[in-house]
């Protein structure tokens, strides 16, 4: 159980240093919005490099990744039809709520818990690898279309290449597909700017905390609270079941699939609300919520199935 707790102790830590950054004005009224940009175009991408470019990407076709990614559909979709009959929000919104329901914190919750918990950080990598090439490029593509206000195929087909995001997503598959060394004196800038991504994101989202009133009715607290029902409730429950039922999973594989979809919400789905400036409530709420139910659930979850 140490892994989980250090690992959030880690994170709340960080969060709130961001927080108290904002409480005092540390860096003016827009230091959040600018650290976000700087994140989105600038470190954030640099740590998509060197992660893929060194990652093994024959994970992608591991059985865990294919539990991960039934489990994360069922969640986004059910996410998406709920807002359809229900909520009414546009395109834009209704992306954040699903990313809120589906899209974990493979990162800097996800390899805490893989190192400490699953004893090898190998765990989080299929579902790491799945959200940077799938969800991320394909949730990136809506919100950029909507908030430019237009769809066209031209827009949806050159997004790729307008995004820092995908680009260094893509450039890191293809050095690890190459096989292509990269000199230090090149690669360790991008290891070095890649290192920023997550202290910057965490900051920024407790700069958002700062007077802020969290499950505020006007700014959707029915979506927060289904977001985080989702993420936290039923996408554990369908990786369990598609995981011990139709692939025959048990032990430490079954632990570990199970462990990973009760990773709460993903900074960078507030980070992506914040670039675009859309749903910024909902994913922010998300995210708080969702961290503050993944402890017990992720202890729970140990507590029954862990070897």
Do not use: C, W
Not at 105 to 118: H, K
């Amino acid at each position: 159980m140490g892994g989980v707790v250090v690992g959030f102790a880690i994170i709340a830590f960080v969060i709130v240093v961001g927080y108290f950054a904002g409480r005092f004005g540390i860096g003016g009224p827009q230091a959040a919005f600018v650290l976000n940009r700087i994140a989105f175009f600038i470190t954030n991408p640099a740590l998509l490099f060197v992660t893929l470019a060194k990652a093994d990407l024959h994970v992608v076709f591991s059985t865990q990744v294919v539990v991960a990614a039934v489990a994360a559909l069922v969640a986004v979709g059910a996410f998406v039809l709920l807002s359809r009959l229900f909520f009414r929000r546009g395109a834009a919104e209704t992306t954040i709520g699903a990313l809120g329901a589906g899209y974990v914190n493979a990162n800097n919750i996800g390899l805490p818990v893989a190192v400490y918990v699953l004893g090898n950080a190998s765990y989080v990598a299929p579902v790491l690898l799945l959200q940077l090439i799938v969800f991320a490029p394909i949730a990136l593509t809506v919100l950029d279309v909507s908030s430019r206000g237009s769809v066209s195929l031209r827009s949806i087909l050159t997004q790729p290449i307008r995004n820092p995001m995908i680009i260094a997503s893509v450039a890191g598959i293809l050095v690890d597909l190459s096989g292509l060394t990269i000199p230090d004196a090149v690669f360790q800038p991008f290891v070095l700017l890649g290192g920023a991504a997550v202290p910057l994101v965490l900051m920024a989202f407790g700069m958002s905390l700062y007077g802020s009133r969290p499950l505020r009715a006007d700014q959707g607290r029915v979506e927060i609270i289904t977001a985080a029902v989702l993420k936290s409730a039923v996408m554990p429950l369908v990786a369990f079941l598609v995981a011990s039922l139709v692939f025959g999973l048990h032990g430490q594989s079954l632990f570990a699939a199970v462990a990973l979809a009760a990773l709460p919400t993903a900074q960078n789905v507030y980070n992506f609300a914040a670039r675009y400036e859309r749903g910024v409530a909902i994913a922010r709420d998300t995210v708080l919520l969702t961290t503050v139910l993944a402890i017990p659930a992720l202890l729970l979850i140990a507590a029954l199935l862990a070897p």
